[in-house]
């Protein structure tokens, strides 16, 4: 008997047994391994006498086509082998209770950031996010306040070193500086986030939200600003009409500075906002201080923009009509459950933007 038939006959016994994966990868490797029985035959080709090697070559070749469909078959039969075990092995029983389900709901002030973010992108803003933990220079000196600040006391700012280097942002501003720093004018972005602050009542809370917009271009003014504002205010509350008014204030790191009040009037023991002889302030804001653009390094001569920041959890407190702040990040579900918004319930001034 020729050795390739010898092979075949011996390995067609093999393949007979009860063989596990491994036992059948030791096999293929013992023909088709690099010096493997087959492939030595295939070496063995050249030194066949002429008149041999074409019935050597297809003898040779058939069996290695046997050889391999045998061996396919065979794992395929251990594969299917090991999932009807699987199978009885595993019961599903189908009569245990369900497990509870818990629908979430989105807190309050992810939905109005989610709302603010998609009308602010409407008329080309961008969002930049900024880290909690700031350095002095980004939250205070580059954004031109002075040493004596008040801000800067450790009654209102929460440090987080003794040299007063790190500290928790008191704001979003300086945003403003590392969006500036970072890339080349023009500027056209909006920067929402937590701010921290020593302060707790009814109205304020230690950890609160912002969001802060900058639009720096050539030839921006006032009226960009005043426009902006009135646009989102009426897109935010959903409302065609709006009573804003603009107070002369004080930023260090805006000339001239204003905060900006709305209207709003107390009807069936309900806010309504837009109408009435009542003012709320919302946000600060005003044109970007030169001494700011110059710390950035942006020539005051060509550009110049506007800056403002707003208070987050109050427009989400007016909009969806709750009092207290501190509520907010109790963390009760009882109260989100309540306040919260169906993650799938598509607002509807909402244009599709996700943070
Ligand atoms: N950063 C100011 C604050 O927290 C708000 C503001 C932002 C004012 C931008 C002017 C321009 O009160």
């Avoid at 790190?166 to 004018?185: A, G, W």
Wanted: hydrophobic share 35%; net charge negative.
């Amino acid at each position: 008997m020729s050795d390739i038939k010898k092979i075949k006959d011996e390995f067609f016994l093999k393949l007979k047994e009860d063989l596990n994966l491994n036992q059948i990868n030791e096999i293929k490797n013992d023909l088709f391994g690099k010096n493997g029985l087959v492939s030595s035959q295939f070496k063995k080709l050249g030194s066949v006498a002429e008149e041999e090697r074409k019935k050597f070559a297809s003898e040779l070749n058939t069996v290695k086509d046997e050889l391999q469909n045998k061996l396919v078959k065979k794992i395929q039969e251990i594969e299917s082998k090991e999932i009807n075990q699987k199978l009885e092995k595993e019961k599903l029983d189908i009569t245990l209770p369900e497990r509870p389900f818990f629908k979430g709901k989105i807190h309050p002030v992810s939905q109005a950031i989610d709302e603010i973010s998609s009308i602010f992108s409407e008329i080309g803003f961008s969002v930049e996010e900024g880290p909690d933990i700031e350095n002095e220079y980004n939250n205070f000196t580059a954004l031109n306040t002075p040493d004596n600040h008040p801000a800067r006391d450790m009654h209102d700012t929460f440090y987080l070193d003794n040299k007063k280097e790190l500290l928790l942002r008191t704001h979003t501003s300086p945003v403003q500086i590392r969006t500036m720093l970072k890339e080349k004018p023009p500027f056209k972005i909006i920067a929402p986030g937590r701010t921290y602050r020593s302060d707790s009542d009814q109205t304020h809370a230690p950890m609160f939200h912002q969001v802060e917009g900058l639009h720096i271009d050539k030839n921006i003014n006032m009226g960009h600003l005043k426009g902006c504002l009135d646009y989102f205010i009426k897109e935010f509350f959903e409302i065609d009409k709006i009573k804003m008014r603009f107070r002369p204030s004080h930023f260090p790191f805006t000339e001239p500075s204003a905060e900006v009040d709305i209207g709003y009037e107390i009807k069936d023991g309900k806010i309504v906002i837009g109408e009435g002889d009542k003012w709320l302030e919302i946000l600060g804001c005003g044109m970007v201080h030169p001494n700011v653009l110059k710390n950035v390094k942006i020539d005051t001569k060509k550009y110049q923009g506007y800056a403002f920041g707003i208070g987050i959890d109050r427009l989400a407190m007016l909009k969806y009509g709750i009092n207290d702040l501190r509520a907010f990040f109790d963390c009760d579900y009882r109260w989100l459950n309540h306040f919260g918004f169906d993650p799938l319930d598509v607002p509807t001034n909402y244009r599709g933007l996700s943070r």
